[in-house]
């Protein structure tokens, strides 16, 4: 089972039906990226630590500070969890433009290649360069870090497809909540 938490200082998620099947299709896919990287770090003869998501509601306190539900979902490498405030999938598809299920599932996907990036040694790496560059250059580095999650959420897609349940259109939504 993923590690899903609420934390005690967020207020806790009203228990509508539309909210209960959101907190289960965020598990799902947790359990199902978690399958995959396991089995993709075990080819690699290494163990995948699995990351805990938190779902809150307004703001919430990470390892990497407080944040708000207009941050978006996002992941802290301090503390290795994924936050995500249910309302962003509203914004995903009312306000981006990027509606469906499987986009809700690319952003976790993206979060969770920002953990194996974190596993890797990678972020830290992208951490140490940046320091050592200008604001300008630094910043290509973070666009470059951005991308390679994306990269990490299409292994997650390509093993999603691997186990037959994508159906026609599901690439076209992820490719419109990563843009």
Known sequence: NPGIVNPGNS???????????LKNFVSVVLADTEDAWTEIFA???MTYQKPTLVIFS?????????????TGPFYCPADN?????????????????APGDF????????EVGHHV??????SQQVQKIMSQVSQTEANKYLVMLE????????VWANHAKGQGYLEEGDLEEALNAAN
């Open 43 to 45: 080819e690699n003869n």
């Open 11 to 21: 207020p806790t998620i009203q228990g509508t039906q539309e909210e209960d099947d």
């Open 147 to 154: 991308l390679q999650a994306d990269y990490l959420a299409g």
């Open 103 to 110: 986009a809700m599932a690319y952003v976790i996907a993206h």
């Open 58 to 70: 307004g703001s919430v306190q990470s390892g990497c500070g407080t944040a708000g539900s207009s």
């Open 117 to 122: 990036q974190t596993l890797l040694g990678i």
């Open 81 to 97: 969890k994924l936050y995500i405030d249910l309302s962003f999938y509203q914004d995903l598809s009312q306000r981006f433009g």
